[in-house]
């Protein structure tokens, strides 16, 4: 069973930035051949898209809400997926999935889309 591992959460002051990685716990997971999304989830609220980016690294999306804070990217012969958060604020407070889709030209929107999860790491901005 291939499991991703979060990495890089922690505690931040409200302006701040934070570098989230995530890798795979099974060196046989075929990470190139797969889109990779970040998702974050607040206490009492739904899951929500973060970022999305294709098995190749060449196209992204992002969600509505970032305002070109966050970007998504991946090293492919690493087989890491990162997560660059600048500008944070107390809304940014959540548990931040990594997750694994089937390889397609964009990375989907949707949390029922990802096969892989991991467990996520906290990010916690404070005031």
């Known amino acids: 069973q291939v499991q991703l591992v979060e990495s890089g959460g922690g505690l931040v002051q409200a302006g701040g930035s934070l570098r989230l990685s995530c890798a795979a716990s099974v060196s046989t997971f075929a990470f190139s051949s797969n889109n990779m999304g970040w998702f974050r989830q607040a206490p009492g609220k739904e899951r929500e898209f973060v970022a999305g980016i294709n098995w190749i690294g060449s196209g992204t999306r992002y969600g509505d809400i970032l305002e070109g804070r966050f970007t998504i990217s991946r090293d492919n012969a690493k087989k890491l997926l990162y997560l660059q958060m600048n500008n944070l604020n107390s809304e940014d407070t959540a548990v931040y999935y990594c997750?694994?889709?089937?390889?397609?030209?964009?990375?989907?929107?949707?949390?029922?889309?990802?096969?892989?999860w991991g467990q996520g790491t906290q990010v916690t901005v404070s005031s």
């Open positions: 997750a694994a889709q089937r390889a397609s030209a964009f990375a989907s929107r949707l949390a029922t889309d990802y096969f892989y």
